[in-house]
């Protein structure tokens, strides 16, 4: 069965510093690969995703997530993290190929950014 | 144009009532999903719906919780004798067809407090 495992339950960063946020997930081939954010009393908004090329991939608020293969990772990236990026992050895989859709979430990373 | 809503917003009830969480998806959308997110935990897969197909019942946590969609648009979830342990935040998503890689697009929630 798929699962994501993101270790870091709490990070906290000053404003300005680099941002990296752990994703590892377990599928036996290559999933779509989700970074949503949600901020306090919000629902979950869309980052970024994967489906296939180019391993780097860009998305909004300035955040990019690699994905590497061999190491069944997709860690969340920003050079430079901003007071409004604090929220609780969360990871989601989906099968490829399915007609379900069904995403599968990590339990979340909560950023708290310091002045 | 408009997103996914839910209502009520948040809903406090006493052990035992049933209650009714509403959700209305993005015009057009075909898909809609229900995730649970209770605290210290990730999102839940509960139910999703695809058209006029059978809804895909799998992560129904017992058989309390149910979930119908009318005419293809707004859905409700019904818990029935509701418990303590079903105090969460209840969200609902949509996307245009249940597969794999659809973005989906999140409502705020319904925060459901059992007392």
């Known amino acids: 069965a798929q699962s994501v495992t993101q270790p870091d339950i709490h990070i906290t960063v000053s404003e300005g510093a680099s941002l990296e946020l752990r994703c590892n997930y377990s599928?036996?081939?290559?999933?779509?690969l989700f970074w949503y954010v949600q901020s306090p009393g919000q629902g979950l908004q869309l980052l970024l995703k994967?489906?296939?090329?180019?391993?780097l991939v860009q998305g909004i608020k300035g955040f990019e997530a690699e994905f590497k293969r061999s190491q069944s990772s997709f860690n969340l990236r920003k050079p430079s993290v901003h007071w409004s990026d604090a929220a609780e992050y969360f990871c989601?895989?989906?099968?490829?190929?399915?007609?379900?859709?069904?995403?599968?979430f990590g339990r979340g990373t909560q950023l708290t950014v310091w002045p | 144009g408009a997103g996914v809503s839910q209502s009520p917003s948040n809903k406090v009830t006493e052990k035992g009532k049933d209650v009714e969480l509403r959700c209305d998806p993005i015009s057009g959308h075909t898909a809609l999903y229900w995730y649970r997110q209770s605290l210290g935990q990730g999102l839940e897969f509960l139910i999703y719906?695809?058209?006029?197909?059978?809804?895909?019942k799998s992560g129904l946590p017992s058989d309390r919780f149910s979930a119908e969609r009318t005419g293809g648009s707004v859905s409700t979830l019904t818990i029935q004798r509701t418990q303590q342990e079903d105090s969460a935040v209840y969200l609902c998503?949509?996307?245009?067809?249940?597969?794999?890689?659809?973005?989906?697009?999140f409502g705020p929630g319904t925060r459901l407090l059992v007392l």
């Open positions: 599928y036996g081939a290559t999933p779509y």
């Open positions: 719906f695809q058209g006029n197909s059978a809804p895909d």
């Open positions: 998503a949509s996307s245009l067809v249940a597969r794999g890689g659809e973005t989906q697009y």
């Open positions: 989601a895989v989906g099968d490829r190929g399915s007609t379900l859709g069904r995403l599968y």
């Open positions: 994967y489906f296939s090329g180019d391993t």
